[in-house]
């Protein structure tokens, strides 16, 4: 038997969901009427049966997974006329699921189970009873943008595997830090953007050649410099997004940097570490294994490939 989709279901690839105009009933009788023992493609699994306005999603079974074309022996009409939103959204890439979650979410309504997109280039896919997963981004600001949520931005729009995905910031901002803890002098770990403490900055990427009466706002990192160029330790305020986060994570899955890490990703829990200065492939994989997915696997599909007959 068919099962309902689970929430966040899309159609991957988007071909495995065929789009069709009928002039049959929208109803339950009249769709499986119509559709068992009629040819579809291997690929298939999904059909839009669209009659006027009003759309159906349904989910079917192939009598064989080979051949080009096989009849239908199972379906279930998963949605069907209120259930059923259709959303046109040009600049929505529908083989991606945060887009397309993004898309329903914004025409939402009540009773609305599937939400159909038809998106850029004119490609259609559905994602059922959307619901994206909350990730919190733990980053330094300034500089701003924060890096480290721009890169998973970029990951999730890259990403067709993902889930659909609400990033939210937790932004652990140096001037915030430095106004609760007022100090004569300040040194930072680097050169931020136009910081501006109301006291006197120093940078520890720059080796100041004096030592200064200053409050460190740093990691152990930091520390580690400090104690290296001028052999002691200053008073210090914490920044590190990952004892932010906690060595685990809190009660949602967290994205975090530390500069201890120097290359790769760690994941405990609900919390994926990256470098300090990760590139987007570790970002992209620190998702994927924070939200329960394997590494990126290489294409090789050798059934795909056309050959004439």
């Known amino acids: 038997m068919i099962p309902e989709p689970a929430p966040n279901t899309v159609t991957r690839p988007y071909r495995g969901l065929s789009v069709q105009e009928v002039d049959v009933p929208l109803t339950e009788a009249a769709l499986l009427g119509y559709l068992l023992g009629r040819e579809v493609y291997r690929r298939t699994e999904y059909l839009v049966l669209r009659n006027g306005g009003d759309s159906a999603l349904v989910a079917v079974r192939r009598a064989q997974p080979r051949p080009l074309f096989s009849p239908v022996v199972e379906a279930r009409v998963l949605a069907a006329g209120d259930q059923v939103a259709w959303i046109r959204d040009p600049a929505t890439d529908v083989a991606n699921a945060t887009a397309l979650a993004r898309a329903a979410l914004a025409n939402a309504r009540p009773g609305v189970r599937a939400y159909v997109v038809l998106g850029r280039y004119e490609h259609v896919n559905f994602i059922w009873e959307p619901a994206p997963v909350r990730v919190r981004v733990t980053e330094v600001v300034p500089p701003e943008p924060a890096k480290l949520f721009a890169q998973a931005q970029q990951a999730v729009a890259f990403d067709g595997d993902l889930p659909p995905v609400e990033l939210v910031l937790d932004a652990v901002d140096v001037r915030a830090l430095a106004r ?31 030592r200064d009466r200053w409050l460190l706002i740093g990691c152990e990192r930091s520390m580690q410099l400090h104690r290296h160029f001028y052999g002691d330790e200053p008073p210090q ?40 200065g990760a590139d987007l492939d570790e970002v992209r994989l620190a998702l994927r294994r924070l939200l329960g997915l394997d590494a990126p696997a290489a294409v090789d599909s050798p059934e795909e490939t056309w050959a004439p007959t």
């Open 180 to 210: 609760a803890t007022p100090a004569a002098a300040y040194l930072l770990p680097c050169r931020g953007s136009g910081i501006d403490l109301g006291a006197p900055v120093a940078f520890l990427d720059t080796r100041p050649a004096e």
């Open 237 to 276: 305020v914490d920044l590190c997004p990952r004892n932010r986060a906690g060595e685990a994570g809190g009660g949602e899955p967290t994205l975090a940097k530390c500069c201890l890490l120097e290359r790769g990703v760690e994941v405990r829990g609900r919390l994926a570490v990256v470098p300090w």
